[in-house]
Every structure is written in structure tokens, then in C-alpha cells.
């Protein structure tokens, strides 16, 4: 699949099919957000892939997916035949940071372990879609206990969870009824 045409057909899918994902196909968009881009060549990014049953379904629990179904919409993380759980190790960065050829107060600027996650994620995204399969992303601010449940330790960021699976029809986000907004590129100048 070309560049274009994987960037055009990207979107947030929150229902799947309980068809099954081929292993290989999601050790590949697991490698695409390893190789992504990584300041200083810290390595930062890790992924802990969940494709057990029951580990799915508390993990939907755990990010209060029962809310989510009472707000009048479907289920959507219990749905996913496997999660792909986005961590950030801030304290790799501030080592390698640390180091003669890197200045470590760049760091209170720009947190390269954001940064690094952001791209991770755009890569498994479009992984994804190369695939043939579909994907979500559930923020980890509205999975805070997801990390205990996973044996994630406390000093690692959970930046958030990848659902991935073949898409079930699904509602269109009311988000998209805003539109494009216009002015965002500049030439130049602002």
C-alpha cells in the first residue's frame, strides 16, 4: 500500500469483528512503532501486547468502558482482539541525555519521551492500516489503574493503549462534523 493512500484511510476505529489477528501482521505493527523515530536514539519506547481474552476484558474495565457503553455508545476497548499498550521510560531520556554529547536541559523543553511516544503511535497507526486492519487509541489518562493490572512499574508512563483489530461497522465521530480547520499552514512566516 502506498504512503498517501495509508495516511488517507487511517481513522480511529473503536468496534471490531472477533475475527482474528495473524501474529505476524501485529509483531509487524509492533516493530513499525519500535522503529520509529527515538531522540538521541534513547530507546524510550516499550509495548506491552495484550491478545489474551480475559486480559482484554479487564482492561476495558479498567478504563471504565461501562461509562463509555452508558454514554450511548458500543463497546469498544473489550471489542479489540489486541490492545498494544504505549509506555514511556523518562528516565532513559534524562540518562542518555545526560551524556557529553547531549544537553540535558533540553529536556525541561521538550520532553523527547512525548515526542518519541507521538511518533510510535502515528507508526503503529499507519502499521496498521498497511495490514488491512483497523485502530483506536485510548488515551492512558482514562486507564490509571491499567499499569498496576499489567505490572507496569511506577516510574514508566503509560502513554496509552492501541486497539487493534478488523473494524465492525461503527458510529461516525461527531468530532469530524467541526470540519477542517483552515490556517495551519504558513509559508515563510507566520
Known amino acids: 500500500m502506498e504512503f498517501a493512500e495509508a495516511l488517507r484511510r487511517r481513522r480511529m476505529v473503536r468496534r471490531y469483528t472477533a475475527e482474528p489477528i495473524a501474529p ?13 523515530p527515538s531522540a538521541g536514539f534513547a ?25 463509555w457503553v452508558q454514554r ?8 479489540a482482539p489486541a490492545h498494544l499498550v504505549i509506555c514511556l521510560e523518562a528516565e532513559v531520556y534524562r540518562t542518555r541525555y545526560a551524556a557529553t554529547d547531549k544537553d540535558p536541559e533540553v529536556l525541561a523543553t521538550i ?8 511518533a510510535a503511535l502515528m507508526a503503529m497507526l499507519l502499521a496498521t ?10 488515551g492512558g489518562h482514562r486507564c490509571a489503574s491499567v499499569a498496576a493490572l499489567l ?5 514508566v508512563i503509560l502513554l496509552g493503549i492501541v486497539t487493534v483489530g478488523h473494524p465492525a461497522p461503527d458510529r461516525r465521530s461527531s468530532s469530524l462534523d467541526r470540519g477542517v480547520r483552515t490556517g495551519r499552514v504558513h509559508r ?3
Open 43 to 67: 530507546q524510550g519506547v516499550s509495548i506491552v501486547t495484550i491478545t489474551q481474552p480475559t486480559r482484554i476484558t479487564e482492561i476495558a474495565a479498567a478504563c471504565e468502558e461501562a461509562a
Open 111 to 118: 520532553p523527547w519521551w512525548w515526542v518519541d511516544g507521538g
Open 24 to 36: 505476524d501482521a501485529l509483531d509487524r505493527i509492533v516493530t513499525a512503532g519500535l522503529s520509529a
Open 188 to 190: 515563510e512566516t507566520w
Open 72 to 79: 450511548g455508545f458500543e463497546p469498544w476497548l473489550s471489542t
Open 151 to 155: 505490572g507496569i512499574p511506577d516510574d
Open 129 to 138: 492500516v498497511a495490514e488491512g486492519l483497523a485502530a483506536g487509541f485510548q
